[in-house]
């Protein structure tokens, strides 16, 4: 368990406060979060590149915020692989061994090894500035993997990469955890990679955590706007509640009135609907969907997989639906639809 | 359509051209003016030859000093940031801006009159008239060159190279031993030839600290002012043509030193 314990760090006028972050042995823990959020400062305090201005940073119940990142011995794989230019792909992934007084043979076993069970022995021999970004990544996994670290800390490590190539290292990853079982500590703006890879997500905002928890309930039910920004939600609203109880409606700044079907325990507020909670319909229908609002079409939007369809209700709303549906409906902008969604899919942020 | 004339870079070519006539023009002229059986007769006269071997030995010196005392200064100019670090920025400059015989006065008033100097003397290292005044000399005007150098080749290393070192179990000396000098190489090198260039061209400073043993520079001076130019130029001519030669083979291998450690496998 790395627990993380009232950490501060001022720079100028950034300033980095975590009350309290707790990540399970062998789990994959993602901290999600803009640019200059913080979050590469958090990491470089784990690693103990940077020592905080208060707080602890315990690992297996001892207290290492005094150690050095030698004694800590974490792993570290970077966006660009940081690799060292001076040595080939062997030398690279030998230098943490060599480090520690390993040579000859048994060196050169150690990382035949552990690149033919990473799949990369084809790489032995070959010099960094010739490798791939795919491969330069599986490289510095290796390099960190050799001294089979506690934790392995990822900082953006697939932001420089093409999307099948992420998508081969994302597996790459899920296949060391897999086999080796190291916590991994992973870095990015990301919310898709989050989705992919993560159990637990922490979602960091000018250097605070605005939200933690497990991947699904983030997704599910973010907690404020700023997550739900960030985490790739469409409708979001800003506006005033009225009613009580099963008759509460929320009242968007553009005068839409959306039924929410509880108290909200405020009278001004943001709600947001998740797109794919959202049916779209050519005529209206009786349901135990609350909302069903008119509007017309005012884009489609192809998504991977899916298609985005804006729809002007007097305010912009999102839904998602697929292709085939798409097809059916044989939609196209200017159409009018209605919007139907439960009262329950409407989150109060 | 009729492909444009770049004349920007025609522009630039042809402005080009006066800067390298300023260095070309002299050296080309030195060399045409002189017949080659004046340069062969040269390798008889002991004094020349003499003292093209105490330039390049003093210069040698004055460069080992150099990477074993400007190596460290570059690294923590580089890597470091401390109260005052303005200042030692500053000072290591100043060679480049003094007068290199106001230098020469400076290094003699220390090194050779002063307390210093008599410490010095009384572990039997004296300045005044000795190859080590020689080196002194050349060193401290050639050292920015040479720090510099160092210096920008440990600033071009990302830091996050350095982190990963760190996490991998090596101790900032090891980071420095495997990791940060082995990148900078190219700089080190580069560097060395640099200070070790400017030291065999030394005068100024060197005149005055030790005009005897005679480098080839102060030689040739004195060749000038006693023999005239007939005397001193193919001396001059000789020790730039031996200058390129060197500067060449150390540039050869110094690429393929360097390319082999970047080659260097475990």
Redesign the interface.
């Known amino acids: 368990m790395l627990k993380i314990t009232g950490i501060k760090k001022t720079y100028g006028r950034f300033s980095l406060n975590i009350g309290l972050m707790e990540i399970a042995p062998a789990s994959h823990y993602v901290l999600l979060g803009p640019t200059g959020s913080g979050k590469t400062l958090l990491m470089?305090l784990v690693?103990?590149?940077i020592r905080p201005d208060s707080g602890s940073i315990e690992h297996r119940g001892v207290d290492i915020t005094g150690m050095?990142?030698?004694e800590?011995?974490?792993?570290?794989v970077?966006q660009?692989s940081?690799?060292?230019?001076?040595?080939?792909v062997?030398?690279n992934i030998?230098?943490?061994l060599?480090?520690?007084g390993v040579r000859g043979g048994e060196?050169?076993r150690s990382?035949e090894s552990i690149m033919k069970d990473l799949g990369i022995n084809y790489l032995l021999?070959r010099?960094i500035d010739g490798l791939s970004g795919g491969e330069k990544q599986r490289v510095?996994i290796a390099?960190?993997l050799i001294?089979r670290p506690a934790l392995i800390?990822l900082d953006e490590p697939f932001s420089s990469l093409d999307y099948m190539t992420r998508q081969g290292m994302m597996d790459f990853i899920r296949r060391i955890r897999a086999e080796y079982g190291p916590t991994f500590f992973h870095i990015t703006h990301d919310f898709e990679e989050a989705m992919s890879l993560a159990d637990r997500v922490a979602v960091i905002n000018d250097g605070k955590i605005a939200q933690e928890g497990p991947m699904p309930r983030i997704f599910h039910s973010p907690g404020n706007v700023f997550v739900a920004n960030f985490t790739g939600m469409r409708n979001i609203y800003r506006g005033g509640f009225t009613g009580a109880g099963s008759d509460t409606v929320f009242r968007t700044e553009s005068g839409v009135d959306i039924f929410i079907g509880r108290d909200a325990g405020r009278t001004e507020g943001s709600i947001m609907v998740r797109a794919d909670d959202i049916v779209l319909a050519k005529n209206p229908f009786e349901s135990s969907a609350t909302n069903c609002l008119p509007g017309f079409v005012s884009e489609i939007l192809p998504r991977r997989g899916i298609n985005e369809v804006g729809v002007d209700i007097g305010c912009p709303m999102h839904a998602y639906i697929t292709a085939r549906s798409l097809n059916e409906m044989a939609l196209k902008k200017g159409d009018r639809v209605y919007v139907v969604f439960k009262a329950t899919a409407v989150h109060v942020l | 359509m009729k492909p444009r004339m770049p004349y920007f870079i025609i522009a630039m070519s042809l402005m080009s051209l006066g800067a390298l006539c300023l260095v070309a023009l002299p050296v080309l002229g030195m060399f045409s003016n002189t017949p080659i059986s004046e340069l062969l007769s040269l390798f008889g006269d002991g004094e020349v030859m003499a003292s093209i071997v105490l330039t390049f030995e003093t210069a040698l010196y004055a460069t080992l000093f150099a990477v074993v005392f400007g190596t460290p200064l570059a690294y923590i100019l580089a890597r470091y940031d401390f109260r005052g670090k303005r200042l030692v920025e500053s000072m290591v400059s100043i060679p480049i801006m003094v007068p290199h015989t106001a230098a020469g006065i400076a290094l003699l008033v220390v090194f050779a009159t002063g307390p210093v100097g008599s410490f010095m003397s009384s572990l039997g290292l004296d300045f005044l008239g000795t190859k080590a005044g020689i080196a002194l000399g050349m060193a401290f005007v050639s050292v920015p060159f040479y720090i510099d150098s160092v210096k920008d080749g440990f600033a071009s290393v990302d830091r996050r190279i350095e982190y990963v070192a760190r996490s991998l179990g090596a101790s900032p000396r090891q980071v420095f031993f495997h990791v940060m000098l082995p990148i900078a190489m190219r700089s080190v090198f580069t560097g060395s030839l640099l200070m070790w260039g400017r030291g065999i061209s030394e005068f100024g400073a060197v005149v005055i600290l030790a005009y005897h043993p005679m480098i080839a520079p102060v030689l040739i001076y004195e060749r000038f002012t006693s023999f005239g130019l007939k005397s001193s130029r193919p001396v001059a001519v000789l020790l730039v043509a031996l200058c390129i030669i060197v500067f060449i083979l150390l540039r050869i291998i110094s690429g393929s030193k360097v390319g082999r450690a970047e080659n260097n496998r475990h």
């Open positions: 470089n690693a103990g590149l050095s990142p030698e800590r011995g974490f792993g570290i970077y660009d940081a690799l060292f230019p001076h040595l080939d062997a030398g030998g230098f943490g060599r480090m520690k060196l050169s990382v021999g010099r510095a390099r960190a001294l800390l």
